[in-house]
């Protein structure tokens, strides 16, 4: 049972368009999600705090920002937050959610089109967005993503394990979990002349990337 859910998991993927209108349709549930994740969330920009030197960046962009939950903690640690999704719904939400930190611009944007002029942000995050993408679009994501931020490229995930509960995600997602856990990412690194590193944080994987 668990092998057929996985096999149909790995084979249904939505792409942008049809990725939009599910998340403005789910928008309304993403309360259960943001419970179980914001407690990873927390201890990894803590730990974060520790390795990088977040604190005299003033600019920090973020792709898939969805209901804001990374928006929120990324808020306090830079002078101006610009949080980017592609589901209106979702932005709604996260101004909604977000009152009162003024600090953070949300607005329309798809990750497959970064249009930001080089070197124009100091760091870069997505949380729980990059799975959502192919491998092709995956790597050019994150060369794009290098190219508009000075420092480092942090991409927070799922950990690397095929459990049920993230089958079923998947499946109902149409995201590429599948061949996101078993891509070999030094080679990633490697044909996009990157230093590359991954860590376990707060229930979560942490891949931090950086222009050579
Ligand atoms: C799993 S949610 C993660 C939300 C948030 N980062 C979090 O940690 O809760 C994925 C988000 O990616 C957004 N998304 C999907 N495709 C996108 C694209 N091409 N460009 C920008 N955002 C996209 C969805 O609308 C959704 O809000």
């Known amino acids: 049972m668990k092998k057929w859910i996985q096999q149909r998991a790995a084979a249904f993927h939505r ?3 049809e990725m939009r209108a599910f ?3 789910i928008h309304r549930l993403y309360w259960f999600v943001e419970r179980h994740i914001r407690p990873g969330l927390q201890q990894v920009l803590l730990s974060l705090d520790d390795q990088l030197d977040m604190q005299n960046a003033p600019t920090v962009l973020e792709y898939c920002c969805g209901s804001g939950l990374l928006s929120q903690q990324l808020s306090p640690r830079f002078t101006h937050v610009t949080a980017r999704d592609i589901s209106e719904k979702m932005l ?6 977000s009152k009162g930190l003024t600090n953070i611009t949300f607005e329309t944007g798809n990750l497959l089109n970064i249009t930001d002029a080089d070197n124009a942000f100091d760091f870069a995050f997505i949380s729980f967005g990059l799975h959502l993408f192919g491998p092709d679009d995956r790597k050019q994501i994150l060369k794009e993503l290098m190219r508009v931020t000075r420092r480092e490229v942090i991409i927070i995930e799922h950990l690397p394990k ?3 509960k993230v089958a079923l995600v998947e499946w109902w997602e ?3 979990y599948t061949d996101f856990i078993s891509t070999e990412w030094r ?6 002349n990157a230093n590359f590193s991954k860590q376990i944080i707060g229930g979560t994987q942490v891949q931090i ?4």
Do not use: F, K
């Not at 709604?92 to 959610?97: E, V």
């Open 15 to 17: 792409p942008t368009q």
């Open 187 to 192: 080679r990633v690194a490697d044909d996009l």
């Open 92 to 97: 709604t939400r996260a101004r909604r959610l």
């Open 174 to 176: 149409g995201s590429h």
């Open 23 to 25: 998340y403005n349709r």
């Open 162 to 164: 095929w459990e049920l």
């Open 209 to 212: 990337w950086r222009r050579r």
